[in-house]
């Protein structure tokens, strides 16, 4: 059974179908309602996606660096073994880029603990080398690991997942979550529409009997209905959208003057965009396929 | 009966019954030939308006056999139920127009049913209009007609699809004696065209004036037959 009808010379979409069913356009709560639940539907699905974005970014992120600490009060010897370890790293597969964290950039790390002061021999700190990996060369870190140790026992190796893990799992949950909520959105929105078209069956349920006497098939008379509550759903989710758009960018605009690298990760890329825009349009897919359902189900206890 | 007319109708045994009460209706066996003109008489309670619900599948029976256009109709899939309904044209006791739609739009409303393309429903809806004497209230709704005018358009509404048989439940009751008169002609005048009329009535004074027609005379639920069509298969 075709979803639009079949073989009925289109007039049920014509004014002289439409004239059939003469309650206005939009003149029920169901758009308003719609959308409503289209807006918490694109929040939960922005959210859901910018997470897993980050989520991506993070993973990436742990699967391919570490840091080594050389952790020695002799400053020579430090250097001497950072050095060494620099070499060793470099020449291991699976290696992309091996770099020692200058002095400064350590000091800037610690200035806003220790303050703007410190003088290089006040405080011995630990040489830092971040290594990172190619992508899918995640077994190299074992190989660095042991050449690490070979050259001095007072070198640490920190895989930044070991740190990362607890975030990634943090985040994981609430995508999940947030897909968990878009399903609960949908499926409250389905059962407004099936409420709603319960409702214009008893409504209109004198123009029914007519119809059905003249020969018209279930077929037809849902179609009389489905288009309207199409309308009612596409223009109630794109009001949603509108409006959860806006928030969004208000969000983005607060999390970007927050200026931390880690909550600025949770951005949402355009690909996601395209798939928030066409949230209302598969909400309206499903609002015609549920009210359709529901009046050829209804139609079909009667004779 | 025509010679060698197909019977349209058959009913062999019928019963109707509503819930768990008594029988409405208790067999009914007749059958009627396509191209006849029908009285259906009898009481008020008589069981008039239940027979004809069965004639135009508003209600399957509770027991029997009905045949219709050579098929039976009580184990009809639903889905064919429209193709069959659109072979019977139906005028209701109480009209059934649609209120919010013009006397032209609900004369429209079968072709349109029927998928007929809107450029061919002008011509044969304002043929209709003029056949029924209200051309001039083309686009007047329901509310804004007299009770005569709107069961001339409930008519024009039933034959515009060239039905086969037409169904009509007390088609004067709420009209003068005159009215009843032009609404008898025009159903004689669809008769002619070989349309098999069956009219519901308990105005017996109707029946002279269809000087072919045959009646048949329900009492209390049992066909007490006048001059009908012999079932198919008879000698009669």
Known sequence: ?303 | MRPGAANIVQFENVGLRYGSGAETLSDLSFSLAAGAFYFLTGPSGAGKSSLLRLIYLAQRPSRGLIRMFGEDVVTLPRARIPGFRRRIGTVFQDFRLIPHLSAYENIALPLRVNGVAEADIDTPVREMLEWVGLSGRAYAKPATLSGGEQQRVAIARAVIGRPEILVADEPTGNVDPDMAGRLLYLFEALNKLGTTILVATHDLHLIPRVHHAQTLRLEAGRLDAGRLAPPIGSAG
Do not use: C, K, Y
């Open chain 1, 1 to 303: 059974m075709a979803l639009f009808g079949r073989g009925s010379g289109n007039w049920l979409t014509s004014a002289a179908g439409r004239r059939l069913l003469p309650e206005g356009w939009l003149s029920g709560p169901m758009p308003w309602v719609i959308a409503i639940m289209m807006f918490l539907m694109v929040l939960a699905a922005a959210a859901g996606l910018a997470l897993g974005f980050a989520a991506r970014g993070l993973d990436n992120h742990m699967s391919s660096q570490i840091t080594i600490q050389v952790v020695d009060a002799n400053r020579p010897r430090r250097d001497a073994a950072a050095d060494r370890i620099v070499s060793a790293a470099a020449a291991l597969p699976g290696i992309a880029s091996v770099r020692r964290v200058s002095d400064r950039e350590i000091a800037e790390l610690l200035r806003p603990w220790l303050g703007a002061g410190l003088a290089e021999n006040d405080l011995p700190v630990p040489a830092m080398i971040d290594v990172a990996f190619l992508p899918g060369s995640r077994g190299s870190l074992a190989a660095a690991e042991a050449a690490v140790r070979a050259i001095t026992p007072r070198a640490r190796v920190d895989a930044h997942a070991q740190w990362l893990a607890p975030l990634a799992g943090l985040i994981a949950s609430l995508r999940w979550l947030a897909g968990v909520l878009v399903l609960l959105m949908a499926a409250a929105a389905a059962f407004t529409v099936v409420l709603a078209a319960r409702s214009a069956l008893n409504t209109h349920q004198a123009t029914i009997e007519v119809m059905h006497h003249l020969g018209s098939s279930d077929a037809q008379i849902a179609q009389l209905f489905q288009r309207r509550i199409a309308t009612d759903a596409l223009f109630g989710g794109l009001i949603g959208l509108l409006l959860a758009s806006l928030v969004i960018f208000a969000v983005g605009d607060r999390i970007a003057r927050v200026g931390s690298d880690l909550i600025g990760s949770v951005e949402l890329p355009a690909a996601a965009w395209g798939i928030l825009a066409m949230l209302p349009l598969a909400g309206t897919l499903l609002a015609t396929v549920a009210a359709r359902l529901t009046i050829i189900m209804a139609l079909r206890r009667r004779l």
